[in-house]
């Protein structure tokens, strides 16, 4: 199996930002990309927020290779090589649609999901052709952020692994091979093990969640761009990192439960942007205006690294 972009043809279901960006993403490299969107409404907007995204990243010739289905009954299958699931994160949905896949998709066609949480074995745990599935998680925005994680399943096979990081490398993204499909991946579980101690430091009212944030973006985080937290121990010393270690392992929060002052505006309905509330208040003028400032840093920075990204073709 060898994917390159010229000839490969990729079917996204699912339209919503992080299928369409996803879509976007494969686009820019080249696939003939088709984005299958049930809703209406969404579907007549995709062909314009393309354009507005092609254009921004400087790929406005290679639009005519995104198109949008309204059905799974309106895809030629037999031109379909790649499937990208990108629909709600609920596993029974994303169970039924791999049953379906499973049936129309010809039997070299390599069915990917973009779940952030569920593994591949748990999505396709009854199917038959499992050799063929795999997770393929990609972060929001896809088309900015350069990372996305080729998520083996038990079953996956490994051709379909490094053939598709290598038309990820080919479409300019960053592919991390994470060998066994545990919840939260490699990335997630990285981040979520950072959220609970601050969480935990926030409820032990050792800190404020503004001086979290401050900590992480202007303090060793400012650094991740340059190096991750492997090289920066070279960087630093491997003794001193050591040390560091044995002081601070024993008192970091190792608690199952997740922090009161997450669960608990999550219980009431406060989820952040999407409910106008969360760890702060939100208004559309708002939401707006640290939208594009964080999109706008998300650019700064990709232009900042371009040079150790792969070339686009």
């Known amino acids: 199996m060898l994917f390159t ?15 369409a960006d996803v879509a976007t993403v494969f686009a820019r490299g080249g696939c003939a990309t088709q ?15 393309f354009a507005n995204q092609m254009a921004e990243l400087g790929y406005e010739e290679r ?14 299958w037999s031109e379909v ?12 949905i994303k169970q039924s649609l791999f049953i379906e896949l499973e049936k129309r998709a010809k039997v070299e066609t390599v069915l990917a999901s ?53 038309l990820m490398t080919a479409c300019g993204m960053v592919p991390v091979t994470v060998k066994k499909d545990l919840p939260g ?4 579980r990285l981040q979520h093990a950072l959220s609970r101690e601050a969480f935990w430091m926030v409820d032990e009212g050792i800190a404020s969640l503004e001086d979290i944030d401050k900590a992480v973006r202007f303090g060793f985080g400012f650094r991740y761009l340059a190096a991750g937290p492997v090289l ?29 002052c997450l669960a608990e505006p999550a219980s009431h309905g406060k989820l952040g942007m999407k409910t106008g509330e969360g760890f702060f208040q939100w ?30 073709k």
Do not use: W
């Open 232 to 260: 920066q121990r070279d960087h630093a010393g491997l003794d001193i990192h050591a040390a560091a270690g044995a002081s601070i392992y024993p008192s970091l929060n190792n608690s199952p439960e997740i922090a009161q």
């Open 185 to 188: 991946f490699l990335a997630n």
């Open 5 to 19: 972009p010229a000839e490969t043809k990729v079917l996204i279901i699912g339209g919503g930002t992080m299928g």
């Open 114 to 166: 973009n779940s952030s949480s569920f593994p591949i074995s748990a999505i396709c745990s009854d199917l038959k052709t499992q050799a063929r599935m795999i997770g393929l998680h990609f972060f929001m925005p896809a088309h900015l952020v350069p990372c996305v994680e080729v998520v083996y399943g038990p079953k996956t096979s490994p051709l379909v692994g490094e053939s598709l990081s290598r």
């Open 81 to 92: 090589d790649l499937v990208v699931e990108c629909i709600p994160e609920r596993l029974d």
């Open 35 to 49: 984005v299958c969107e049930l809703t209406t409404e969404r579907r007549v907007a995709l062909p314009t927020y």
């Open 63 to 76: 639009i005519h290779l995104l198109t949008t289905a309204g059905s799974l009954d309106e895809i030629d």
């Open 283 to 312: 208004t559309p003028e708002t939401i707006q205006a640290e939208r594009e400032r964080y999109n706008n840093l998300l650019r700064a920075s990709l232009q900042l690294i371009q040079k150790e990204l792969p070339e686009i």
